[in-house]
């Protein structure tokens, strides 16, 4: 097993950042918060590590793409006809696959949605197949959005945009990655 | 050489019925489960659905549950009992026995139904359970993990309820419920990739496995029909009035379908030293994104390809080793062609048998990825191809099922998963 190293950590508050230089204005109009958010902050991070392409994204979302799940169900609610984009962009794995696809990145890919775990269990991914070899880098985040609705039902669920990114390699690294399944405090939790 | 990790224990639920044996019957007997809507609350109902035959009520009458939870979590928990009995893994259903892990999250909501976030409860499961430690002196949870996979969740409580949300709502509370009432294991994580996160739920067991943090974990996904989803594919226009024809020229779509399955996955030195009867071994597997599009696959089938061809090379064979495909196969023109496309690539002229058993089950979303895994051991244990139905009109984008086959000694099998997003998965399965 290799040590792994952490290259960069990007979290975002409540306020949002200008997107401007990221997205052209159909693109800002087209993707809720919580997806523009993630991207800004994975942007950010692969920036500060100097890792263009990752060999693989894996994402932790706690409830995952609330508002478009909520816009759908309104609509199926009060009989509309529920909108596509709503669901398409519903499901959790939403968030992992617009970053693959705006890098083009054809490597490992997965999404971790469980509440409070959901985080230590991206990281133990990320971790454990950059010690087994498997991987040299990985980009992981952890992005959530709250609706009154959803903190109603779990007070703990916030706007939340975490990520890192993880390399084999010791240069330039910020620190080292403890094993996330047993270490009490994770990077990147407020 | 790397350990191997193999599979001791497999319980599954489908539209084919409950447990092992209704699926080997059905999938040899040629009969589908997809029917129209029977159970689902839906203005939908002119949609052919693959539902497991069993009311709410009746689940809870079968496995015990209490009355309330998602259909996800009865789904999964009738799959992990029959998982756990075949693996001969103790397991407690006696709610005063649970470990004190788990053992609050089946009633952690105060009066109005709301939960506490489980962040802080997973910590302390850790602390309590690290009493193995690495070479370093590092400690190890102990005991077995849960990885299961799912997208649905506890939908099928918040549509009924919205805007209040149910307390069951998130993936992961729809894991929990099981995980607790079973009282097995220490720790349950879940995965959500789409149509893919079953497959990608043995991915991260194996490496659980393969790092040394567990020699045991249950993993495989549970999905249960939803008014939201059933929707939501209708306004995607990927859904077939008719039974699914996957890889016919006349194919108009998918049909939704429900169920469970988990298998128990174990370093072979684990099972040996408890004696545990082995009944395949898992010994390949990849995944790979698309990149290409939110919802549709790429003309190539790229992602596909590589995950395939990843599957092939950890495993260490040749294309020519593997004696079955089930295909991901869902009856979409889109997916099918894709699909076909990625398969030529990795197969060339020599195309073993195929078939996508969704006409069986229909599909089964976040949970096809372990049921179809489940199939793949019956076919592998019992020796037969399952068969494609529904099949009549060749189509010249496409690959050319098989028809299904008796008397078939296999020794390696692929299961190809693909979600949307482009979460393509592929796991390969060998005899032992």
């Not at chain 1, 992981?140 to 975490?162: H, I, K």
């Not at chain 2, 999938?27 to 203005?43: F, Q």
């Not at chain 2, 061809?309 to 991901?328: C, D, F, M, S, W």
């Not at chain 2, 793949?376 to 984008?397: I, N, S, W």
């Amino acid at each position: 097993m290799r040590p792994v190293y952490i290259h960069s950590v990007v979290c975002l508050d409540q306020t949002d950042p200008s997107f401007g230089t990221l997205l052209s204005p159909m693109e800002a109009r087209r993707m809720g918060r919580l997806l523009k958010r993630a991207l800004w902050c994975a942007t950010r991070a692969l920036e500060e590590a100097a890792c263009p392409m990752p060999d693989a994204i894996v994402t932790a979302t706690d409830y995952g793409c609330i508002a478009n799940s909520e816009a759908f169900l309104g609509a199926l609610k009060a009989g509309d006809i529920p909108r596509p984009t709503h669901f398409m962009q519903s499901t959790h794995n939403t968030i992992g696959s617009l970053l693959a696809i705006r890098l083009g990145c054809h490597g490992y890919n997965a999404t971790y949605s469980h509440r409070g775990a959901s985080w230590r269990s991206a990281l133990a991914d990320a971790w454990m197949q950059i010690a087994l070899g498997d991987v040299e880098t990985a980009l992981v985040g952890w992005f959530d959005e709250a609706t009154p609705a959803l903190q109603e039902m779990d007070p703990a669920v916030t706007d939340r945009a975490v990520a890192v990114v993880l390399s084999s390699s010791p240069e330039g690294a910020k620190g080292l990655l403890e094993n996330p399944l047993t270490c009490e405090r994770l990077i990147g939790e407020p | 050489m790397q350990e191997r990790i193999v599979i001791t224990g497999c319980g599954v639920v489908s539209a084919l019925g409950v447990g092992w044996k209704a699926q080997a019957e059905a999938l040899r007997a040629g009969r589908s489960g997809v029917a129209p809507v029977r159970y689902l609350e839906t203005a939908l109902r002119d949609l052919p659905v693959g539902e497991v035959p069993l009311s709410n009520a009746q689940l809870e009458a079968l496995t015990g549950a209490p009355a309330g939870w998602p259909r996800t979590s009865l789904l999964a928990l009738a799959a992990l009992q029959e998982a756990l009995n075949q693996a001969h893994l103790p397991s407690t259903t006696e709610g005063d026995t649970l470990p004190g892990a788990f053992a609050r999250t089946g009633s952690r909501s105060d009066a109005e139904g709301r939960v506490s976030p489980e962040g802080r409860l997973c910590a302390e499961a850790f602390a309590r359970t690290g009493s193995r430690s690495d070479a370093e002196g590092r400690a190890l949870p102990s005991g077995v993990a849960l990885v299961s996979g799912t997208t649905v969740g506890g939908m099928d409580l918040t549509e009924k309820t919205f805007p209040r949300y149910s307390p069951w709502h998130g993936c992961g509370a729809s894991t929990d419920l099981p995980a607790a009432f079973l009282g097995v294991f220490d720790w349950a994580t879940t995965l959500s990739t789409a149509c893919s996160s079953a497959a990608n739920a043995f991915i991260f067991a194996a490496n659980l496995l393969r790092s040394g943090q567990y020699s045991c974990v249950v993993a495989g996904g549970s999905e249960s029909l939803s008014d939201y989803h059933l929707n939501g594919f209708n306004s995607l226009m990927i859904l077939d009035r008719e039974p699914c024809r996957p890889f016919d020229a006349t194919r108009a779509g998918l049909n939704l379908g429900e169920g469970a399955a988990y298998l128990v996955l174990e370093t072979e030195s684990a099972a040996r030293a408890r004696g545990a009867r082995i009944l395949a071994v898992l010994s390949g597997w990849g995944n790979a994104c698309d990149a290409f599009h939110q919802t549709a696959s790429s003309e190539n089938g790229e992602g596909a390809y590589l995950a395939m061809n990843q599957a092939l090379t950890r495993a260490g064979l040749a294309p020519e080793a593997i004696g079955y495909v089930n295909a991901h196969g869902t009856g979409t023109p889109n997916n099918d062609a894709s699909e076909s496309a990625a398969l030529r690539r990795v197969f060339g002229e020599a195309l073993p048998p195929v078939s996508s058993t969704k006409p069986f089950t229909g599909h089964t979303t976040s949970a096809s990825g372990s049921i179809e895994a489940a199939f793949c051991l019956l076919a592998l244990q019992e020796g037969f191809l399952p068969p494609q139905l529904h099949y009549h009109t060749p189509d010249p984008a496409c690959i050319v099922p098989c028809q299904g086959a008796e008397g078939v000694a296999l020794r390696h099998i692929l299961c190809n998963a693909f979600g949307f997003g482009g979460n393509d998965s592929s796991l390969l399965f060998s005899a032992l």
